[in-house]
C-alpha cells in the first residue's frame, strides 16, 4: 500500500483517482490547489504525489521543487498533455520521477505506482560517503531490486569492471547473452556516475524499423514527415544529462549509424524537420550480444563508429558460468516470485537443486525467472518439485535420475498427459515434448483465468505477457473466456 497525493485542478479526475486507487488497496489524499498540496506535505508523509502540470495558482514545476526541498524522499510525477511532453523532459532532468501523459490509463497508473514503491528513493549525500554508499549498495544487489550480483569470481570481475568504468565518463559495450543482464549492468554504470539521478533511457534497437528509427532517436517536429501531427522529443533528447543504453546496436541500419555518429562527434541533434541543432550532453552505453569487430568486418556496422563506442569493453559471463551463483540467483527469483503470487513456497528438491546446477540455460537469468514463476503456480506449498519444472528442460539438460523412482511425473493436478502421450511411454516411443509443454501452457492459463475471476489484464500482468500475447495463447489453445 502507498500513501498518494493527487493535485489536480479538475475535481473529476481527482475523485476518478481515489474511488479507483482507494479499491487498489491505497491511501488517496486530494487537493485542487498546490499551496493546499504543499501544505499536507509539510503534516503527512507521502510515498507518491500525482500532480498535474497545469495548476492556476502553483504550475508543476514550482511544487516538484518545494516538494523536493521538504521531503527529499518523496516521488513526484507529473501529468500532463500530448502537447507539453517537453515539458515532462524537463521537469524529469528536474528530479521527477516520471509523468504519465492524458488521457490517463488505469494501468499504466498502477504500474508507475508499483515502481514508486520498488525504486529507493535518492537522497543527496555528501562527496565522502557518495562513491563508497553506490558501490555498496550494487554489491548487494545491484540498483535494480531484482537484480544481484553474486558470489562467483565471474561476478566479482563483473562488478569490479563496471566499478572502474562508472566514475568516468567513457561510452562503454557491453557483450553478453540474451537474458544475461545487460541492461542491468547499464542501469548499475548509470547510477554509480555523477549522471545519478538524471534520465536513464533504454532502447532496443532491434525493435526500432529503418522508417521510425530517426522519429524514436532525434525526434521529430509538427509536419516533419506525412503522419506528424505534432511536434515530439527524440530519446536522446529525454536522455540529455542523463545516459542511454542502446541495445542490439548492430541492427541500427546504415543510415541511422550515420546519424548516430553525427551526434557522437558533435554532441548535436536536429529533430526530423527542424532547422536547428540542439546541443546535448548523453553518455551512451551500448550492448550487442555480436562481437562488433565482425559485424564491421562484415559491413553491417560502421568502423568509425565502432572505434567511438569503444573506450571501455565489459564481458557478461552467461548464467552457465556462474556455477556457484546458480542456486543464488535462484533463490532470488524464488523470493520475489512468492512476493509476487502471493506464497510462501520454502525453497528446491534436491533434484531440482542438481537439475538447476546441470542445465545450460540458454535464456539465462531471463530463462531462469519465468522458469522459476511457472514452477511456483504449480506448487502450493513445501519444495518446488521436478514434476512442476517444464518439461522440455528436464529433457534436453544434461540431468540424469538415479533410478526409476526418481524420474519426474507430471503433476496429476492438472492432467497435462492425454492417453496417447502415455501409451508412447509404455511403447518407449518418441514422446511428444511439444504436445506436453503446450498442454502445461494451457493449463496454467486457465487456472490464472480463474484465479482472476477472468480479467484478462490481471491474467496477462500475472503470466507476465502483455494481453496481445495473452488473446493469440487463448485463440491457440482454444480456451473459452
Given amino acids: 500500500m502507498a500513501n498518494i497525493l493527487v493535485i489536480d ?31 499536507l506535505i509539510k503534516n503527512k508523509n507521502y510515498d507518491l504525489v500525482l500532480c498535474d502540470f497545469k495548476l492556476r495558482k502553483m504550475e508543476g514545476r514550482e511544487i516538484l521543487q518545494q516538494v523536493k526541498t521538504i521531503s527529499p524522499e518523496t516521488k513526484v ?46 537522497v543527496i549525500q555528501s562527496d565522502t560517503t557518495k562513491a563508497s554508499t553506490q558501490i555498496n549498495s550494487a554489491r548487494k544487489s545491484g540498483t535494480n ?65 529503418k522508417e521510425l528509427a530517426g522519429s524514436e ?14 511536434a515530439k522529443p527524440g530519446q536522446f533528447e529525454v536522455a540529455d544529462g542523463g545516459s542511454i543504453f542502446l541495445d542490439e546496436i548492430s541492427n541500427l541500419s546504415y543510415e541511422t549509424q550515420v546519424g548516430l555518429l553525427r551526434l557522437v562527434q558533435e554532441k548535436k541533434l536536429r529533430r526530423i524537420g527542424a532547422i536547428k541543432d540542439k546541443e546535448i550532453d548523453v553518455r551512451i552505453i551500448v550492448a550487442s550480444n555480436e562481437d562488433l569487430r565482425e559485424a564491421v568486418k562484415k559491413g553491417k556496422f560502421r568502423e568509425d563508429l565502432y572505434y567511438r563506442f569503444n573506450e571501455f569493453t565489459i564481458n557478461v559471463p552467461p548464467l552457465r558460468k556462474r556455477g556457484a551463483d546458480i542456486m543464488e540467483f535462484a533463490n532470488h527469483f524464488l523470493g520475489l516470485a512468492n512476493e509476487e503470487l502471493n506464497k510462501n513456497v520454502s525453497g528446491f528438491s534436491g533434484e531440482v537443486i542438481n537439475l538447476f546446477n546441470t542445465y545450460d540455460w540458454p535464456g539465462n537469468l531471463r530463462e531462469m525467472r519465468n522458469v522459476i514463476r511457472r514452477s511456483l503456480l504449480l506448487t502450493d506449498k513445501g519444495e518446488i518439485k ?53 498442454n502445461a501452457e494451457a493449463e496454467v492459463i486457465k487456472k490464472v483465468l480463474e484465479e482472476t475471476h477472468y480479467n484478462k489484464t490481471k491474467a496477462a500482468q500475472q503470466l507476465g505477457i502483455d494481453r496481445k500475447t495473452l488473446f493469440n495463447k487463448l485463440k491457440q489453445h482454444n480456451i473459452q473466456s
Avoid at 11 to 37: M, Y
Fill in 386 to 438: 521436478l514434476s512442476c519444472i517444464p518439461q522440455e528442460i528436464v529433457h534436453s539438460s544434461k540431468f540424469t535420475f538415479a533410478d526409476d523412482e526418481s524420474k519426474p511425473e507430471i503433476s496429476n493436478k492438472f492432467d497435462l498427459e492425454d492417453t496417447q502421450t502415455v501409451q508412447k511411454e509404455k511403447t518407449n516411443e518418441p514422446i511428444n515434448l511439444k504436445d506436453i509443454a503446450a
Fill in 145 to 209: 531490486p531484482e537484480y544481484i550480483w553474486g558470489k562467483d569470481k565471474a561476478s566479482a570481475q563483473l562488478l569490479n569492471e563496471v566499478s572502474l568504468v562508472s566514475p568516468t565518463n567513457f561510452s562503454v559495450i557491453i557483450y553478453g547473452e540474451s537474458g544475461s543482464g545487460k541492461e542491468n549492468i547499464a542501469r548499475t554504470i548509470h547510477e554509480m556516475s555523477e549522471r545519478k539521478g538524471k534520465p536513464f533511457v533504454a532502447i532496443d534497437c532491434g525493435a526500432l524499423t
Fill in 77 to 122: 510525477a507529473i501529468i500532463t498533455g500530448y502537447a507539453d511532453v517537453r515539458i515532462a523532459v524537463e521537469v524529469m532532468k528536474k528530479g521527477a520521477f516520471d509523468y504519465v501523459v492524458k488521457p490517463l490509463i488505469p494501468d499504466e497508473i498502477l504500474s508507475l505506482i508499483d515502481r514508486a514503491i520498488k525504486e529507493p528513493s535518492k
Fill in 9 to 39: 485542478d479538475n475535481l473529476d479526475i481527482c475523485q476518478l483517482l481515489k474511488r479507483f486507487l482507494s479499491k487498489k488497496g491505497h491511501e488517496v489524499d486530494t487537493t485542487l490547489t498546490g499551496p493546499e498540496g504543499i501544505d
Fill in 217 to 230: 532517436l532525434w525526434g521529430h517536429e509538427k509536419g516533419g514527415f506525412t503522419g506528424a501531427v505534432s
